[in-house]
Each structure stands twice: as C-alpha cells, then as structure tokens.
C-alpha cells in the first residue's frame, strides 16, 4: 500500500490496497480516512471510505501498454522498438559488440486480404507473430511496426553469421502453410538486415539502413533477405527521384503512347497494334518503359498510369477499322478490384468493339494465384475482349494454363526468337510452341523478328503474327493515322494485294 499526505496524525487521503473478491479476482481498493483522537491526543480509531478503483487502475494499465505495444499481436510497437533500438546501438558504439536490426515484410499479405478478407489477415498476423516468437531469444525483440510489417532487434548476436542464420529460419518458419480457418494459406516474407555498429551508430540511421535493405531484398523477387550495403543508398535516391518525377508527370501529361505494328507471317499484311507507354521527360527527352514501370508498380502509380494507357489506346484504336490493338497489363492491375470496371469504361468511352481489345497477361500473375487468376480472366473475356499470354515459354509455363484458362493468343518471347538461326534446340522449342498452341486453337505472335533468316523459319513452321523492328517500331499515333489512311486509299483505288507495313525493300521477303 503507499499513503499520502502528512503524519499518522492527518487525513489518509490515498491509502491502497489489493484483495481477492469471493470469485477469487484481484481488486484495487483506495482507502480515504479520518483519524478520530481521544482526548489526551492520540488516536482512537480511524473513520473513512473504501473505494473499488479495479476498473480505472487497469484501464490505466491497458492504455499505458497499448502506447507501447501493438492491440491485434502484443508485440511492441514501433515507438518502444526504437527506445530499445537506440539503448542497444549506445551499447554497441561503447563496447564495439554487433547486434542487429531487421525489417521483415510479408510479401503476400494483401492478396490474403483481398481474397479471404480482413479477419482472416488479422489471424494471420497473429500467428505469424507467434512464430517470430518463438525464434528470439529473451534478450532479443520482434515488434510490429503497422500493417504487415515488422521489426526484430537481435542484441549481442555476434555479427552477419548469427544474423544470417536467424533469416533463414525466420523465411523458413513463415514460409510453412498457415491454417486459417481449415485453409492452407502460403505467404512468404522478405528481410532487409542492418548490423551495428557497424552499418549505423544511431537508432534513426539503423532503421533506415535496415529498411532499404530490405526494399533490395524485395526488388530482387522476394521471399529472401539482404544485408544494407552503401550503394543501396544512391539506388533508393534514384527510386525516389523517378517516382517524385512520375507522379509530376501524370498531372503534366508527359506520357505519351506509341503503337508498334504487328503483320500477319503468310502475308506481311498488317494485323493490329500493341500499344506501348513512353514517358517524355523534359531534360531526359524519351525515357522506355523499363526506366520507370518498376516504381509505378512498387508505388501503386501503376493503377492511374494502366488506367490511362487503356484509355487511350482504345480511343486510338477506335479510329482505325478493322485494326486491333494489344495492351499489357501490370499484376499489380490485375489484382486490383477496379480493373473490370476500368476495361468496361475504356471501352465505353471510345466505342471499341471489345473483340479488338486484346489484353496481354504475364505469367508470373498466374503463377501465384492460379484461381484468382481464372476468375480475373473469365469476368475480361465476358466482356467480349481477347487475352494473350505474354512471354510464354519464359518463366513457369504449364500446359495446365492453356487447358483451363481462356487464352485466345500465345506470344512467344524474343529470348527465343533471337537465337532462330544459330540454335536447333531454339527452333525446336519454337517449333513445338506454335505446333501446341495451333492443336489448342490458340494463334500465336512472335517478338522481336529482326532479320530475314527468322522471318522465313517463322512462316515455315506457321506462326500467325510476327512483330519485331523487321515491320517497323514503335510510333506514335499521328503516324500510324498517316500509314492506315494510305493503305485505305490503295484499297479504294481498287488495289487487290494486301498492303505490307514498313516492310524491308528486299521483295523476297514480301507475301509472294
């Protein structure tokens, strides 16, 4: 008990005291009282006041913890990790003893929340902490920083070894299937490291280093870890700038789309377009999509980017008759809940018949949710628009894709198409996709055709479409008005022979 105020002689204003009610819980109770003096002075007994304070001592409590500690887990939260990080990189300056810091992310989480909803996301935070749990140590720390991301503080661990063994049986223990609910569900995590002292000798330093080695260790296909080197520092900066300056670009209207030509093999007539973002920067002049794509889709600015592309695109396929065009989607698109409706407006909004909408699908979006993905594809192809496969054949290509999801086109990549010439087993492999689409009813385009020598083996063996700087290469709209308006006019002067486009002057190559 504590008491307040004064000598035994004056009022006990705060007297405390814990007991156990008849159910056997514990209870706060404060004691007021008055003593009562006889009359030589001293004390006769005590008069007062009991006071049950139980609920407003543990609502105390539970503020006083939730300040520190995260509500869903227990964990600490990202205010008491710091106090805690800072303690241990002060230690570890004084007595040149290396700890670590890491930040772990889940690299699955919202695809469980999206597709199984919240509660079941929260239950997997929940578990995912126990098992964090029970990797570290009593002088250790795992908080969670908000959201799915988390931070593990390991003191004294003796440096990189030690470090590097704890990541691995972290990405080992979340990467085995949680039961939620009676459903295997499977996410993996990334890990970015930081070790102190020698990587940073400052809390604040320690987290930021900690965080863009982890932002490596997700741009390098997650489901791994990394140790923070200097040189991640200029690669965040560069990132940063180009996203700065993507999002200044969208209000300024600087991307631009530009159409590359694709022609039927038998006949070298033109068969539609695929439309290809740019982005004209004002001191960069024009930068290819591979200068910027990665950050519209680790920022999100994918969404506003595919939303305008589709847009356009369809506006200028509009006014060419006849003429499809091809358009890519980003996963991050296909995963967003927006995109039927985005497709559907595109298509309203510029009068296209949906059958010459043709989206292009990369693999690795079917790869990770095999029946989320069924279901994307079968809401876009009740529209009435086409899907290609893109890049077949270049990452975890299954027959099982082409037997149960509705792909009217299979585009083999330019990987393949390059060594055409030069490597049997490249032709054989060409081969073989263009004989097992056609058995399937699927047409199939070819990338990146350079050269007379894969133009001719491309026809032999059947290929439908070819595509490559061969027919021409990506140019703006305003051209391809120009180059559709003159093939019209031969047409209408009563030209018969289907008009090439941009096809090389050597007539062997024409449609004979």
């Given at each position: 008990a504590s008491v307040t105020g004064g000598t035994a002689r004056t009022p006990l204003r705060d007297l405390r005291a814990t007991v156990r009610d008849a159910g056997g819980r514990q209870r706060t109770l404060r004691l007021a009282c008055?003593?009562?003096?006889?009359?030589?002075?001293?004390?006769?007994?005590?008069?007062?006041?009991?006071?049950?304070?139980?609920?407003?001592?543990?609502?105390?409590?539970?503020?006083?913890?939730?300040?520190?500690?995260?509500?869903?887990?227990g964990l600490p939260n990202r205010l008491m990790f710091a106090e805690r990080l800072a303690e241990v990189v002060a230690v570890a300056r004084v007595e040149a003893r290396s700890s670590a810091a890491l930040y772990l992310d889940l690299d699955k989480f919202k695809e469980v929340n999206d597709t199984l909803g919240h509660p079941i996301g929260d239950r997997l935070l929940c578990d995912v902490t126990a098992r964090l749990r029970a990797l570290v140590r009593s002088t250790d720390m795992a908080a969670r920083l908000g959201g799915d991301e988390f931070a593990i503080l390991l003191s004294g661990c003796g440096g990189v070894d030690e470090a590097e063994a704890f990541c691995r049986r972290a990405l080992a223990a979340i990467a085995e299937p949680f039961d939620l609910e009676g459903q295997a569900v499977h996410v993996n995590a990334s890990i970015g490291v930081a070790v102190l002292p020698a990587d940073a000798d400052e809390a604040d330093l320690a987290m930021r280093c900690a965080d863009l080695a982890l932002y490596q260790a997700k741009s390098e296909g997650r489901g791994t870890f990394r140790f923070y080197a200097p040189a991640m520092n200029s690669e965040l900066q560069r990132r940063r700038d180009t996203e700065r300056e993507l999002r200044r670009a969208l209000e300024a209207q600087e991307l631009e789309l530009h159409f590359q030509p694709k022609c039927r093999a038998d006949t070298a007539e033109l068969a539609g377009f695929e439309a290809l973002v740019r982005w004209r920067h004002p001191e960069r002049g024009l930068v290819m999509p591979g200068g910027f794509i990665d950050v519209a889709e680790r920022t999100g600015l994918i969404l506003p980017i595919g939303e305008w592309v589709l847009e356009e695109a369809c506006m200028a396929a509009a006014r060419w008759p006849g003429y499809p065009v091809s358009v890519n989607l980003s996963p991050v698109q296909l995963r967003s809940p927006r995109l039927i409706t985005t497709v559907r407006r595109a298509l309203d909004r510029s009068g296209l018949e949906p059958s010459r909408l043709e989206l292009e699908i990369t693999e690795s979006f079917l790869v990770h949710d095999l029946e989320g993905a069924r279901g994307v594809l079968l809401e876009m192809k009740a529209l009435g628009i086409r899907l290609a496969m893109d890049d077949f054949g270049t990452g975890y290509s299954s027959l099982s894709y082409l037997q149960s999801l509705p792909f009217d086109r299979i585009k083999i990549d330019r990987s393949f198409v390059a060594r055409l010439g030069g490597a049997t087993k490249a032709e054989a492999i060409v081969r073989a996709i263009v004989t097992l689409a056609h058995g399937l009813g699927i047409a199939t385009t070819a990338e990146g055709v350079e050269d007379a020598d894969q133009l001719r083996f491309l026809r032999e063996i059947g290929c439908d479409e070819l595509q490559g700087y061969l027919f021409g290469r990506a140019v703006e709209a305003d051209a391809i008005d120009a180059t559709i308006s003159t093939a019209q006019e031969r047409v209408s002067a009563g030209s018969s022979r289907p008009v090439p486009f941009a096809m090389p002057a050597d007539p062997a190559l024409a449609a004979g």
């Amino acid at each position: 008990a504590s008491v307040t105020g004064g000598t035994a002689r004056t009022p006990l204003r705060d007297l405390r005291a814990t007991v156990r009610d008849a159910g056997g819980r514990q209870r706060t109770l404060r004691l007021a009282c008055l003593p009562i003096l006889t009359p030589e002075g001293g004390i006769d007994r005590f008069r007062g006041a009991v006071t049950d304070i139980t609920d407003e001592v543990e609502a105390k409590a539970r503020a006083e913890f939730l300040s520190l500690h995260d509500p869903l887990t227990g964990l600490p939260n990202r205010l008491m990790f710091a106090e805690r990080l800072a303690e241990v990189v002060a230690v570890a300056r004084v007595e040149a003893r290396s700890s670590a810091a890491l930040y772990l992310d889940l690299d699955k989480f919202k695809e469980v929340n999206d597709t199984l909803g919240h509660p079941i996301g929260d239950r997997l935070l929940c578990d995912v902490t126990a098992r964090l749990r029970a990797l570290v140590r009593s002088t250790d720390m795992a908080a969670r920083l908000g959201g799915d991301e988390f931070a593990i503080l390991l003191s004294g661990c003796g440096g990189v070894d030690e470090a590097e063994a704890f990541c691995r049986r972290a990405l080992a223990a979340i990467a085995e299937p949680f039961d939620l609910e009676g459903q295997a569900v499977h996410v993996n995590a990334s890990i970015g490291v930081a070790v102190l002292p020698a990587d940073a000798d400052e809390a604040d330093l320690a987290m930021r280093c900690a965080d863009l080695a982890l932002y490596q260790a997700k741009s390098e296909g997650r489901g791994t870890f990394r140790f923070y080197a200097p040189a991640m520092n200029s690669e965040l900066q560069r990132r940063r700038d180009t996203e700065r300056e993507l999002r200044r670009a969208l209000e300024a209207q600087e991307l631009e789309l530009h159409f590359q030509p694709k022609c039927r093999a038998d006949t070298a007539e033109l068969a539609g377009f695929e439309a290809l973002v740019r982005w004209r920067h004002p001191e960069r002049g024009l930068v290819m999509p591979g200068g910027f794509i990665d950050v519209a889709e680790r920022t999100g600015l994918i969404l506003p980017i595919g939303e305008w592309v589709l847009e356009e695109a369809c506006m200028a396929a509009a006014r060419w008759p006849g003429y499809p065009v091809s358009v890519n989607l980003s996963p991050v698109q296909l995963r967003s809940p927006r995109l039927i409706t985005t497709v559907r407006r595109a298509l309203d909004r510029s009068g296209l018949e949906p059958s010459r909408l043709e989206l292009e699908i990369t693999e690795s979006f079917l790869v990770h949710d095999l029946e989320g993905a069924r279901g994307v594809l079968l809401e876009m192809k009740a529209l009435g628009i086409r899907l290609a496969m893109d890049d077949f054949g270049t990452g975890y290509s299954s027959l099982s894709y082409l037997q149960s999801l509705p792909f009217d086109r299979i585009k083999i990549d330019r990987s393949f198409v390059a060594r055409l010439g030069g490597a049997t087993k490249a032709e054989a492999i060409v081969r073989a996709i263009v004989t097992l689409a056609h058995g399937l009813g699927i047409a199939t385009t070819a990338e990146g055709v350079e050269d007379a020598d894969q133009l001719r083996f491309l026809r032999e063996i059947g290929c439908d479409e070819l595509q490559g700087y061969l027919f021409g290469r990506a140019v703006e709209a305003d051209a391809i008005d120009a180059t559709i308006s003159t093939a019209q006019e031969r047409v209408s002067a009563g030209s018969s022979r289907p008009v090439p486009f941009a096809m090389p002057a050597d007539p062997a190559l024409a449609a004979g």
